[in-house]
């Protein structure tokens, strides 16, 4: 079963798209900071990330700077969102490989999610 | 942050907050380093207020961070803020952001709350940080414990050097914990008055200062918020001297001047020209704006006729506008009765009248002013307030205010207009032998003589002029009196 890490310090917003992750056949994992997601993808190693930008103690880009530095996560997708448009996160930091702006289709993720690890 | 004053006692420095008339109400800012509730109802305009302060702070060059409990989200948040012209996308994420800390709320209670908020203001370095979701963060917890959060929180502002700004939607008319141990409490209100709604901010409390008190009218568009301080409070200062010149002022019509023992209107002084529909107050105000020049400049605030049919009902009677508005002489305002308040407008009026220096000012339809307001009850105040604040900038106001009867000896002054007239002229048809006549009688002049009795009033080609004595039988002569309800109450506004 594929791994997915869910980061998003609106845990309300993490919780459910955890829940529709499980319902359509993945293992999600919630995180509400990018410190807090750095232990627990240091514990699942997830095929992917679906990370908020703006959080407390560690921000989206951080954190998925950490994960791009150290091999384990070679293979791990990272996609940032963020209720900001891209090219303003762009400036700061485009370690990623996808981008969705907030608020975003419950499709749309999914769609990109199984192009990039499929079920 | 500090700085000494004379005496060496430390000031505490004021936190400019880019709410244009918030400052003013605040009487000077909020101070650095305070700690502010923020208080009203879902809707009343807090999210925005917090947020105007934010981008303010960083437009300045300084950092915030906006800190949600349970709230909307913080995208949607954005959306909305997009909207307004102070957004700058710019400001993320260095220099501001959202971040939530409900989950520290839920797992660690007050004190799990109170490490975000410590960290936050640490590493982000932060001069402002707004914590939305008071109510949120006080549920579950005793008063005792809210008093210690925001007890700690104070001491971690102040050696942050961070402004905190608290927003809850918790019960205005409740004296809380947490109330009495802010620096302050700022509230704001949507009321609404039968079909139209009216913003408000009221600065409850205020430590180190006095605020200006009472409640301010308040407008949220494209802009964000806009404070517009209630002119009783702004100007409660008594008027100057300005009024006792002796000096005269051309009221525009030279056989009217002739009437008037200083051949003129008295300078800095008030005049109120009423009539119903029809009898020439506006054709008298544009010959007194006509008088206008670049070194005694003129203005028209109209409530009711636009520019453009001002110029061309000037232009009909051998008066053109335009060239002394392309010289700078005369400008024309238009203000909606109905779309501001009697602030807002005053607010308007006195900064254009600052602007350009202005000498002689016509207020075509005073009722306007009426018809803006949702508390009546105000209207004498208000009036004498901007009235004397007008004499004290040296500006020869002339003011038209319309009856409701067309053929009347009786002058119905609206309640609170006749203190503040220093000069009263009255327009009246009067039937004779078949024809409708305009009649003018001067009612009263301050401080200085003038011919009294019935004049025949002639508008043509050439503008209003006096066309001599009206002699007549039977009750003509009018009697200027107050109106109002038995109990003194204001009666409601007429155009």
Known sequence: ?119 | MTSSSPDNVPTIERLRSAVPGLDQILGGGLFRTGVYIIQGLPGCGKTILANQICYGHVAEGGSAVYVTLLAESHSRMIQHLSTLSFFDVKAFPDKLAYISAFHDLESGGLKGLMGVLRREMRTRKVGVLVLDGLVAASEGASDLDLKKFIHELQSIAVLQDCTVLLLTSGNIHRMAAEHTMVDGLVELEDKLFDARSERSIQVRKFRGAGPLRGKHSMRIDNDGITVFPRIESLYRIAAGDAASSESAVTSGIPSLDALLAIKGLPASSATVVIGSTGTGKTTLGLHFLHASTAEEPGLHLGFFEGPERLRTKARSMGMALEPLEAAGAVELMWQSPVEATVDEIAERLLAAVARRGVRRLVIDGLSGFLESTVYPERIARFFSCLVNELRNRRVTVLMSLETRDVVSSVISMPWGVSGLVDNLFFLRFVHDEGHVERLLTIIKMRDSDYQAGLRRLKIDSQGMHIAGTYRADGDVIPSAQPVGNPEGAPPSPSK
Do not use: H, W
Not at chain 1, 1 to 14: F, N, P, Q, R
């Open chain 1, 1 to 119: 079963m594929k791994t997915i890490l869910v980061v998003d310090d609106e845990l309300g917003s993490a919780e459910v798209l955890s829940l529709i992750l499980e319902e359509e056949g993945f293992k999600a994992y919630c995180a509400v900071n990018g410190r807090q997601a750095l232990v627990q993808a240091r514990d699942v190693v997830p095929d992917l990330v679906i990370v908020d930008y703006m959080m407390p103690l560690m921000n989206g880009a951080d954190f998925a700077r950490e994960l791009r530095a150290d091999p384990k996560f070679a293979d791990t997708k990272i996609v940032l969102n963020s209720g900001l448009p891209e090219a303003a996160i762009r400036e700061q930091f485009d370690g990623y490989d996808a981008f969705l702006r907030k608020p975003f289709k419950v499709e749309t993720l999914l769609a990109l999610v199984e192009g990039f690890i499929g079920r």
